[in-house]
Antibody
Framework: QMQLQESGPGLVKPSETLSLICSVSGDSISSYYWNWIRQPPGKGLEWIGY???????NYNPSLKSRVAISLDTSKNQFSLSLTSVTAADTAVYYC?????????WGQGSPVTVSS | SYVLTQPPSLSVAPGETARIPCGASNIETKSVHWCQQKPGQAPMLVIHYDSGRPSGIPERFSGSSSGNTATLTISRVEAGDEADYYCHVWDSSGDHPVFGGGTRLTVL
């Protein structure tokens, strides 16, 4: 059974960089699309970006200048970096696989931006 | 960018049928997927490719798509079905997934 697990700090200071890792078990990361999605408190789902099995990336235009997503096939992980964070970046961050729809999700990693 | 429209909320009584719409231009030409998100939990896929059920999803959950509307149908609604439901598609022009705004299903 495939599992995804996010890890990273739960508190980030304004203007600093948010970094999260998604560890994948039960299948290889060398296929499909690997996504980061976030959900601000009380709001809906927002797609952040993806990295494909080949390393191709695509980002939400509203975040593109601050986002980087990368793949580490040796560790079966992919990561998110979001720079210059503000309170508006406070959210639960999910990693998810896109194959037959967004078919597998991590449990979510809550991140608060505060000094 | 492709826009998916869902009603913010829907209420049904236990045992009744819930029909949650997801509207967009010519949505029938796309594959629509549905996720369920219970309070405090991660989303979970309940319908893929318009009407397919992933392994473990009860037969009470079904989906359809025609014209400009895709619909998630939950038959014989139970208290445990109370959740937020999100439709999503792959936007081929932007080359990324797109979400609807979500519908909160309340079981009366």
């Amino acid at each position: 059974q495939m599992q995804l697990q996010e890890s990273g700090p739960g508190l980030v200071k304004p203007s600093e960089t948010l970094s999260l890792i998604c560890s994948v078990s039960g299948d290889s990361i060398s296929s499909y699309y690997w996504n980061w999605i976030r959900q601000p408190p009380g709001k809906g789902l927002e797609w952040i970006g993806y990295v494909s099995h080949s390393g191709h990336t695509n980002y939400n235009p509203s975040l593109k200048s601050r986002v980087a997503i990368s793949l580490d096939t040796s560790k079966n992980q992919f990561s998110l970096s979001l720079t210059s964070v503000t309170a508006a970046d406070t959210a639960v961050y999910y990693c998810a696989r896109y194959k037959d729809g967004l078919d597998y999700w991590g449990q979510g990693s809550p991140v608060t931006v505060s000094s | 960018s492709y826009v998916l429209t869902q009603p913010p909320s829907l209420s049904v009584a236990p045992g009744e049928t819930a029909r949650i719409p997801c509207g967009a231009s010519n949505i029938e030409t796309k594959s629509v997927h549905w996720c369920q998100q219970k309070p405090g939990q991660a989303p979970m896929l309940v319908i893929h490719y318009d009407s397919g059920r992933p392994s473990g999803i009860p037969e009470r959950f079904s989906g359809s798509s025609s014209g400009n509307t895709a619909t998630l149908t939950i038959s014989r609604v139970e208290a445990g079905d109370e959740a937020d439901y999100y439709c999503h598609v792959w936007d081929s022009s932007g080359d990324h997934p797109v979400f609807g705004g979500g519908t909160r299903l309340t079981v009366l």
